[in-house]
C-alpha cells in the first residue's frame, strides 16, 4: 500500500500563487507516475499534472500548461504542485494520485492510490 498526504491549500486573490505538497509513504518503490487532479463544485474529476517517479517526464492540462509546475524532492518522497497566476476558476479540491501502471497517466481510472484532497480557492 502506499499513503498520500496532501497539504498548501487555502484561498488566494487571482494572479497569486500557492504550492501544493503530496508526501508518499509505504510502497513507494512500486510508484511509476505520479498525478494531480482537481474537482470543482459540480464538475467532474479532471487531470492538472503528471510526473513520473524518477522526475525526469512531467505533463500538463492545457488549462494550466505555463501557469503550474510539477516536480518532486526525491529525498523526501513529495511531490509539489507550484501553481501562479491562479484564476478563480482553479477553485477545486485538489487531490494526488500515484499510479503502478507503466505509462503516463491523465485518467482517474489509472491510478491506485489517492489522497484526502485539498481545497484550493481563488477569489476575484
Known amino acids: 500500500q502506499v499513503q498520500l498526504v496532501e497539504s498548501g491549500g487555502g484561498l488566494v486573490q487571482a494572479g497569486g500563487s500557492l504550492r501544493l505538497s503530496c508526501a508518499a509513504s509505504?510502497?513507494?518503490?512500486?510508484?511509476?507516475?505520479m498525478g494531480w487532479f482537481r474537482q470543482g463544485p459540480g464538475k467532474e474529476r479532471e487531470f492538472v499534472a503528471g510526473?513520473?517517479?524518477?522526475?525526469?517526464?512531467?505533463y500538463y492540462a492545457d488549462s494550466v500548461r505555463g501557469r503550474f509546475t510539477i516536480f518532486r524532492d526525491n529525498a523526501k518522497n513529495t511531490v509539489y504542485l507550484q501553481m501562479n497566476s491562479l484564476k478563480p476558476e482553479d477553485t477545486a479540491v485538489y487531490y494526488c494520485?500515484?499510479?503502478?501502471?507503466?505509462?503516463?497517466?491523465?485518467?482517474?481510472?489509472?491510478?491506485?492510490?489517492w489522497g484526502q484532497g485539498t481545497q484550493v480557492t481563488v477569489s476575484s
Open positions: 494520485a500515484a499510479t503502478r501502471g507503466l505509462v503516463a497517466q491523465k485518467t482517474p481510472v489509472g491510478y491506485d492510490y
Open positions: 509505504g510502497r513507494t518503490f512500486s510508484i511509476m507516475y
Open positions: 510526473i513520473r517517479w524518477n522526475g525526469r517526464t512531467t
